[in-house]
């Protein structure tokens, strides 16, 4: 299913050219720049959210880098699909890879950066944070998969498709049902 | 305002701001740049061989390489030999999947040390050439301990010709197995897992170092509690007692619609029985979804699967492209699925394997335009003669109805009209049975709930009619993909060798 860019917030922030940046990069590894710049914070969300600490995170993002480098040549989207799809392939990957104790910890037990003044914060109280805590704690994996590629990751849903083994039409859709059963829990009419 | 243009609910924000409130450190990735890309051309030209420009051929070597190998071992010593020899390489271990059994060496019975309270039990130690697994079970914690600062190092003395040296590894951390993470929570304390790097060879007893600082009370930084871990080496004939070896029932495989599934590997004890099935399709996007799976015994005992994994994440098995094995028979796809049930009775000579249908999804790219107004009314019928054919399953579309529906953006709901589509064709033919349609059309949309029908469980997009995708009274509608539902049943049924009874 075509994906309007309109309506998907995600892909807006692409980086103009991918598939250009991306058969440059394999012929001189240079231009790889501003894809780094495009994915690394995504893969540090994304590995945050699934390992739990930012030590781990970090060594992820690393980990994720270094392989798409070296496996730069042999990335074929008409085999691999997208970019970003293939990227975070490697990153899941990656993140099972450092499997220990648990799937993710609370992020609660981190201590933030220096992003406590925006303007989030100011409409989220912290009932809400530890609501939100429960609800997912309450979900299956395959569910936190989801937001965590759209949300932490910021992946569309051809990329999110890529990733998980679905038409992009399944992603959407699941995705979709995901967050209208999510909002009945967070009103209240489903708990 | 939300980022799809509608209205921003409480959720939104608080999921934005769950996912993405610690921000990576900027000097990190900063350095992370600095550090990747300027040696990027050496690290990618390390991994190229001088004396092969093309690396994304190697894996044809290496694959020639093999056959050559194991066609010279059969014209050796026999087909049946080979095959044999090859089942013994194989075990199954719980919580890290199949592995060789050439040079693996294991605990054989737990060992333990108990602290006050707190007792630390290694109760499995496999050390397989491809890497080590230890696991371990811990009583006595507080309840609150953090494990996730508990640090395991294994150490081990190792000679090089002169003098002994002293080595240790980190935990370099496992995969998940296939059959997913294992709960780490027990009634009695937790399970904890470590991977490692292989040891090398020769090394038959090694010690596992915990740092209990920072998990229990009391504990000093520099504290340290070690355990001496004896290694025997494991073999299929004198398996440890979670490693075990697998037989491969050749003789189960069954067809139907040209879609072979086969199974190719059963690891059975006393807890579980773990069965590796291919399924074989001549053209397939997408996974293969068995539904309707059992296993029964000729002592008349039936199960069902508990846990069913295809996740290719978690799978050490590949999607597999088998060429035709005679002139003029299709290119087959191999999907590797894995299926747990509990321990069969032991009295079970005969095993079957039962699937009672595979829905596949078909991506139809097909398009369609219908004809309609700026602003339809909602009980608009529009007739259609749309015809599509799916891999020789015939759907006809014979209208359009303007209805109500829900139309989800990202963030929030509301009540938009939309089309809902009409199919006048049989839902079932010869046992393939239309089980989905997703439609979309070439502007972008809301997504609509799709329409459900409660009698046949068929379900078909709905679009929503926003008036900015009618371009000149007409809509390009596109077919995306189309599910059918076909019938067997695959029953696979074989023997179980003497040995694994």
Not at chain 1, 149 to 171: H, N, P
Not at chain 2, 221 to 230: R, V, Y
Not at chain 2, 386 to 405: K, R, T
Request: hydrophobic content about 40%; proline content about 8%.
């Amino acid at each position: 299913m075509p994906e309007n860019p309109a309506t998907d917030p995600h892909s807006a922030d692409l980086p103009e050219g991918e598939d250009a940046l991306v058969r440059s990069s394999q012929e001189d590894p240079a231009a790889f720049g501003p894809l780094f710049d495009f994915y690394s914070p995504r893969i540090y969300y994304y590995a945050l959210h699934r390992l739990g600490n930012a030590a781990d995170a970090e060594d992820v993002t690393s980990r994720v880098f270094t392989d798409a480098l070296q496996g730069l040549d042999r990335y074929r989207p008409k085999r691999h699909g997208s970019f970003g799809g293939w990227l975070f392939t490697i990153a899941r990957r990656r993140c099972a890879d450092h499997f220990r104790v648990s799937d993710s910890l609370p992020l609660s037990t981190l201590n933030p950066k220096d992003n406590s003044a925006g303007p989030l914060d100011e409409v989220i109280s912290r009932d809400e944070q530890r609501r939100l805590d429960e609800i997912l704690k309450s979900l299956h994996k395959s569910d936190l998969e989801l937001l965590r590629l759209r949300f932490a990751a910021e992946l569309t849903y051809k990329q999110i498709g890529d990733v998980i083994g679905k038409t992009e039409a399944a992603a959407k859709m699941s995705f979709i049902r995901l967050i209208q059963r999510l909002r009945l829990i967070w009103e209240g009419k489903d708990e | 305002m939300n980022s799809t243009g509608g209205q921003t609910d409480g959720l939104e924000v608080a999921l934005h701001h769950h996912f993405r409130s610690y921000e990576p450190d900027p000097r990190f990735l900063a350095q992370l740049r600095r550090t990747l890309l300027p040696s990027a051309a050496d690290v990618r030209s390390s991994t190229r061989p001088p004396w092969h420009p093309q690396p994304h051929l190697r894996w044809r070597y290496a694959a020639a390489a093999i056959v050559l190998v194991l066609l010279a071992a059969i014209a050796a010593i026999g087909p049946t030999k080979v095959l044999a020899q090859i089942e013994q390489w194989i075990g199954y271990v719980p919580g890290l999947g199949e592995i060789n059994l050439v040079g693996t060496r294991a605990l054989v019975h737990p060992v333990s040390r108990t602290e006050g309270d707190i007792t630390f039990s290694v109760v499995e130690f496999v050390a397989s050439p491809d890497q080590t697994l230890v696991k371990i079970h811990v009583t006595g914690l507080p309840a609150d301990a953090s494990l996730s600062y508990l640090r395991v190092l294994v150490q081990w003395e190792h000679g090089n010709g002169l003098r002994m040296s002293k080595y240790q590894a980190n935990p370099s951390y496992p995969p998940c197995p296939s059959e997913g993470c294992p709960a780490v929570r027990q009634p009695d304390g937790y399970d904890l897992q470590f991977a490692y790097e292989p040891l090398p060879a020769d090394i038959q007893q090694i010690q596992l170092t915990f740092h209990p600082w920072g998990i229990v009370p009391g504990t000093s930084l520099s504290e340290t509690w070690s355990l001496e871990i004896p290694l025997e080496p494991v073999t299929a004939e004198k398996p440890q007692s979670f490693v075990q070896p697998a037989y491969s029932p050749r003789s189960a495989v069954d067809t139907h619609f040209g879609i072979k599934m086969t199974v190719d590997r059963v690891f059975a004890d006393t807890s579980r029985t773990l069965i590796v099935t291919s399924i074989l399709v001549p053209t397939a996007p997408n996974f293969p979804s068995p539904q309707g799976a059992s296993l029964s015994t000729d002592t008349g005992h039936m199960y069902e699967p508990f846990l069913f994994s295809n996740d290719l994440d978690l799978n050490p098995r590949p999607v597999q492209t088998m060429p035709p094995s005679a002139a003029g028979e299709a290119t087959l796809t191999a999907w590797p699925s894995r299926w747990q049930f509990e321990a069969v009775n032991n009295q079970a000579s005969r095993l079957t394997f039962t699937v009672d249908s595979i829905a596949l999804a078909y991506r139809a790219q097909s398009d369609f335009e219908i004809e309609l107004s700026k602003d339809p009314t909602v009980g608009t019928v529009i007739p259609l003669d749309v015809s599509l054919n799916i891999e020789g399953f015939y759907v006809h579309f014979n209208q359009a109805l303007v209805v109500m529906a829900t139309s989800s953006t990202q963030w929030s709901s509301n009540r938009v009209k939309a089309l809902e589509f009409g199919i006048d064709s049989p839902l079932e033919v010869d046992g393939r049975k239309l089980t989905s349609i997703d439609l979309s059309h070439r502007y972008g949309q809301d997504y609509v709930d799709p329409y459900i029908d409660q009698k046949s469980g068929l379900t078909i997009g709905r679009l929503s009619l926003n008036p900015a995708v009618i371009r000149n009274g007409r809509m390009t509608i596109s077919v995306d993909t189309v599910v059918l539902e076909l019938r067997g049943p695959w029953v696979l049924t074989w023997d179980v060798p003497r040995e694994a009874r």
